[in-house]
């Protein structure tokens, strides 16, 4: 990775901290390697978020200082971001919802040079069709902001709609893949597969929490029309959440080919074991799981939203958002069809190739840091 030079003689290196709600999956691994790459150029990072989200994404293996914040705002969780932000020139929130949190304490701490601390808010969901305290909230914390960055053109479009003084788009880069363990990537394939009992059978894979927006329900759904399928087919989900109870008692009493095989550490293996990858969900505008398997060569269905249509184009089979029947004819269907997987295989490092790299997307939040927090940026808070 790129270094930049380091601060001019007697300036301080940059303080970051970077704020994360509950369940925010995609936006922690963008987290996890923004702050791997502004440790490498000197900058000082806090990460503060719910306690989950460490043990996930291993934050301080990545050179941060972690402070556990709890989902919801109580006295104790604000407390612990105004520590928090005392120590910082810039307080970089991602998702609304983290934002909000992130908003009362900021009007109570002030910046190193006297004025408010700046915010940088990254928008990271898609977007969909708000209720008026939705649209109040966004619009509060659009106008707060220093910056808000969008994962994608129509989320930029939404925060300038709410009021943001300067939106910009900021794509994520998938994290970078890493290389198959001893013995190449067909003895991996083989172990990965024989230890989740797929040796026979084709095995799709899903990723994500176990949360409503993750819309696992519409992947139980498309599994009933794999239980008749010869050899069966076995849906592996990754992940931990809320749901695990009431989607595992749904697979027992349906007796659905389904595992819910927690969190890993191998998702890379997991993607080069992989007959097809599955991300029904809706919501995320860029989904880590989607940009993962292109960049793998794993063959890719996906809900065809625009932000998701954008992002992939023909490299992936798209299908209609919500829609359990379809979803399960196109699994079906590409398990069904090598060459098409095949094409898909070496389409998604092609389209991967265009996305933006991870050094590429460090370098581009920093230049917003310096921007909003050192003296004579142009969006220095007053």
């Given amino acids: 990775m790129t270094r930049t030079p380091p601060p001019p003689h007697g300036q301080a290196p940059l303080r970051t901290v970077q704020v994360l709600g509950h369940g925010a999956t995609g936006s922690a691994a963008h987290v ?6 502004l440790v490498a150029r000197g900058v000082q990072v806090t990460v503060c978020a719910p306690p989950p989200a460490e043990e996930a994404h291993g934050f301080t293996a990545a050179g941060a200082r972690f402070v556990p914040v709890a989902a919801r705002p109580d006295p104790a969780a604000l407390a612990a971001l105004r520590g928090a932000f005392r120590e910082a020139d810039v307080v970089h929130a991602h998702g609304v919802r983290a934002g909000l ?4 304490v900021l009007r109570t701490v002030r910046g190193p ?3 408010r601390l700046p915010l940088v808010v990254t928008w990271h969901t898609a977007a969909r069709a708000p209720g008026a305290l939705v649209r109040l909230r966004e619009r509060q914390l659009a106008r707060a902001a ?9 989320l930029v479009d939404r925060a300038r709609e709410r009021g943001a003084r300067d939106a910009r788009l ?5 994290p970078g893949p890493r290389p198959a363990g001893d013995g190449g990537a067909d003895r991996t394939r083989h172990k990965v597969r024989a230890e989740l009992g797929a040796v026979d059978r084709p095995l799709v894979l899903a990723a994500g929490p176990l949360e409503e927006r993750q819309e696992h ?3 139980l759904d498309a599994a009933h029309a794999w239980v008749a399928h010869e050899p069966r087919p076995l849906l592996v989900v990754v992940g931990e959440g809320g749901r695990r109870a009431a989607l595992q008692r749904r697979i027992d009493t349906e007796e659905l080919p389904v595992l819910l095989a927690g969190h890993r550490a191998d998702l890379p293996e997991l993607l080069a074991a992989a007959d097809v990858v599955a991300v029904p969900g809706r919501w995320d505008a860029r989904p880590p799981l989607a940009q993962q398997a292109l960049a793998a060569g794993a063959p890719l269905v996906a809900a065809a939203t625009g932000e998701l249509r954008e992002l992939l184009g023909p490299a992936a089979e798209l299908t209609r958002p919500g829609d359990a029947v379809d979803l399960a004819r196109t699994v079906l269907g590409l398990l069904a069809d090598p060459d098409r997987r095949a094409a898909l295989a070496a389409a998604g490092p092609l389209r991967a190739a265009d ?3 991870e050094d590429a997307t460090v370098a581009q939040v920093l230049s917003v840091y310096d921007e909003v927090a050192r003296p004579g940026g ?3 808070p007053a």
């Fill in 355 to 357: 996305w933006p790299t």
């Fill in 378 to 380: 142009t969006h220095a």
């Fill in 101 to 104: 949190s992130a908003l009362p």
């Fill in 170 to 174: 900021a794509p994520l880069a998938p």
């Fill in 113 to 115: 040079r006297g004025g």
């Fill in 146 to 154: 220093a910056v808000v960055l969008g994962v994608c053109a129509g």
């Fill in 32 to 37: 996890r390697s923004l702050t791997a790459g």
């Fill in 217 to 219: 329900d519409l992947l």
